[in-house]
């Protein structure tokens, strides 16, 4: 008799950064394969999915986006930290404050029980916006080394002719694995 089919491996990735960083443009371009028309500031949370075949198995990525709103943190943040296995730290790379926002992100991360033993990577978005970076590659990577993260400049916008070369769309997640 025949096997069942094997089931599919779902994946949950949690993308965390300030309001208006483009975390759902990101996660809209990682699942949808472009930059979206339009985006409505996200209320509660934002729900993609994406199957991607890895060494021959199908598994199904799940990005949670969410909102900074107190109501929705208070509610939601232990639902929203459940089983993670991996976390994705976004800045504005034309937005100082986004950028000095990330250590309370990684604190707040620790105190749900997702340190280092979970992967974790840092983006810095909107790099196609080259004339107003705030954050340079370089403090940006430091920052990243003293937190064990790799480091991926990239844009949800423009995918060519970014700093550091060549950018595909789904790097910053599919690096991941
Ligand atoms: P979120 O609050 O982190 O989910 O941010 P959104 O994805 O809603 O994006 C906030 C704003 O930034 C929107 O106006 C987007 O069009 C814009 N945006 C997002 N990603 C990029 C990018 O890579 N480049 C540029 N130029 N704008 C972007
Ligand atoms: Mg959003």
Not at 11 to 27: A, E, Q, R, W
Not at 38 to 51: H, M, N, P, Q, S
Request: net charge neutral; proline share 5%.
């Amino acid at each position: 008799s025949a096997l069942p089919p094997p089931r599919t491996r779902i994946f949950k990735i949690i993308v965390i950064g300030d309001s208006g960083v483009g975390k759902t443009c990101l996660t809209f371009r990682f699942c949808a394969g472009r930059f979206p028309e339009k985006t409505e500031a996200t209320i509660g949370v934002d729900f993609r999915e994406r199957l991607v075949e890895i060494d021959g198995e199908k598994i199904k990525i799940q990005l949670w986006d969410t909102a900074g709103q107190e109501r929705f943190r208070k509610s939601m943040v232990q639902h929203y930290y459940r089983n993670v296995h991996a976390v994705v730290f976004v800045y504005d790379v034309t937005n100082a404050a986004s950028f000095r926002s990330l250590p309370a992100w990684i604190e707040e991360c620790k105190q749900h029980a997702l340190g280092t033993e979970v992967p974790r990577i840092l983006v810095g978005n909107k790099c196609d916006l080259q004339d107003s970076v705030q954050v340079g590659t370089d403090v940006a990577q430091q920052f990243a080394d003293a937190h064990s993260m790799p480091l991926f400049e990239t844009s949800a916008k423009s995918p060519n002719g970014l700093r550091g070369g060549s950018y595909r769309d789904s790097d910053h997640v599919e690096a991941i694995f």
